[in-house]
């Protein structure tokens, strides 16, 4: 069993759409990393965060240390949203290696 | 300011032949960090750097495979005698400092295919 599990795997919504991307770890971690991948091109990062909410644009990541969850939120979608998004955690307090999820793929039709 | 800065961006390489990807971390960064993802696959560590020093290599195959981050100039990671299954994309990383709260960013990785 992966140490990082995200669900699910692939995700086809309508624009417009309130999209959930989910995310649990096994793991004590201290941070957790939304991040996105398009199609041949590099990786952004959208979000770190150990507890609670943040928010950015349409983009809101939530974060529930007790139940080691997170998920993230994309409200009124665009096709333009379309791509792999992927958690990763920070294990512990030593050490900088990231663990990631294998990813969501998500595809926002017009 | 520039990004993290990985090339080349497609490496084309035969088998038993050398490749080396590097990488300039954005600037004012010193903690530089190398992953990899194979086809159909998820992001793994390799290794973690700082100027002229291994810190974590715990995700680097044994043979090989090194890397390295001199005091001047970009981060290197060297692959000896590639095989097929060294195809997949590498992604660098890098953060001003080892803390919690810096996140790390990444460059546009660098797809090496072995013909």
């Known amino acids: 069993k992966n140490e990082v599990e995200q669900s699910p795997q692939n995700l086809t919504a309508q624009e417009g759409e309130f999209i959930t991307i989910n995310c649990s770890y096994s793991?004590?971690?201290?941070?957790l990393h939304w991040l996105q991948q398009h199609p041949g091109g590099g990786i952004v990062s959208l979000f770190m965060?150990?507890?609670g909410k943040k928010k950015h644009g349409r983009l809101i990541a939530t974060i529930n240390i007790q139940e080691k969850h997170s998920s993230l939120h994309i409200t009124a979608s665009h096709p333009r949203d379309s791509a792999v998004y992927i958690c990763?955690?920070?294990?512990?307090?030593?050490?900088?290696?990231?663990?990631f999820g294998e990813g969501t793929q998500l595809t926002v039709n017009p | 300011n520039a990004g993290v800065m990985q090339n080349p961006r497609h490496l084309v390489r035969r088998r038993g032949q050398e490749a080396r990807l590097r990488c300039s971390p954005m600037?004012?960064?010193?903690?530089v960090y190398w992953y990899r993802q194979l086809p159909e696959e998820g992001l793994k560590f390799m290794v973690y750097?700082?100027?002229?020093?291994?810190?974590?290599e715990s995700g680097m195959p044994k043979e090989r495979f090194s890397a390295e981050f001199p005091k001047e100039g970009p981060s290197i990671l060297r692959i000896q005698q590639v095989v097929r299954g060294d195809s997949a994309a590498y992604f660098c990383?890098?953060?001003?400092?080892?803390?919690?709260?810096?996140?790390?960013?990444f460059g546009d990785g660098t797809r090496l295919s072995i013909l």
């Open positions: 600037k004012g960064h010193s903690h």
């Open positions: 750097l700082q100027k002229e020093n291994i810190i974590d």
């Open positions: 793991v004590g971690i201290s941070a």
């Open positions: 990383a890098s953060s001003p400092r080892d803390r919690v709260d810096q996140p790390q960013h």
């Open positions: 965060l150990s507890s």
């Open positions: 990763a955690v920070r294990r512990g307090t030593s050490g900088s290696r990231l663990t």
